[in-house]
C-alpha cells in the first residue's frame, strides 16, 4: 500500500483510517479465495524444474526467507542470482537464510540502492545472493 501525505513514506495509518470510516467502506470489500501453494509446487505446477530456475525473486510481504529456506537444502535449487526482501518480522529467517546460502557457495549481501523506480525511498532492504 502506497502511502502519501504528511505520514508518508512510512505509516500508512492516517490514510488507512481516512479509508476505513468512509461510508461507501464496504463497496471496496470483497471475499476473494486465494489457491496457496509451496515455491516448489508453483514450479512443478508450470513445468518446470528447481534446477531450471536461473534466478529467483521473492516478495512475499515479509515472508520471503521462510519460503527459501524450505528449498535452500535442496541440491537441485540452486540458482545463480537470488533476492529476497527483509523483514523485521522474520530477521532470524533472513539470517538463517544468509548462512545458508553463504554455505552453499553463494556471495550473500544487501542491496544499498534503495529508491524506488518514482524516486521515493524504500521502507524496505533487499539481500542479494549471487552463485559464485
Not at 12 to 40: M, P
Not at 56 to 73: F, H, N, P, R, Y
Request: net charge negative; charged share 30%; aromatic share 10%.
Amino acid at each position: 500500500m502506497g502511502c502519501y501525505g504528511d505520514n508518508a513514506p512510512w505509516d500508512c495509518t492516517k490514510n488507512f483510517q481516512r479509508f476505513s470510516s468512509a461510508s461507501n467502506f464496504a463497496d471496496y470489500i470483497q471475499k476473494v479465495d486465494i489457491r496457496c501453494q509451496t515455491l516448489e509446487g508453483l514450479v512443478k505446477e508450470s513445468g518446470a524444474r528447481l534446477d531450471d530456475m536461473g534466478m529467483v525473486v521473492v516478495d512475499a510481504e515479509g515472508k520471503d526467507a521462510v519460503i527459501l529456506l524450505a528449498l535452500v537444502d535442496r541440491e537441485d535449487f540452486k540458482p545463480g542470482f537470488i533476492m529476497w526482501e527483509d523483514s523485521h518480522k522474520y530477521r532470524d529467517a533472513s539470517q538463517d537464510l544468509v548462512r545458508a546460502l553463504r554455505q552453499r557457495g553463494y556471495k550473500v549481501g544487501a542491496k544499498s540502492d534503495m529508491v524506488t523506480t518514482n524516486g521515493r525511498v524504500s521502507d524496505s532492504g533487499n539481500f542479494v545472493a549471487v552463485l559464485e
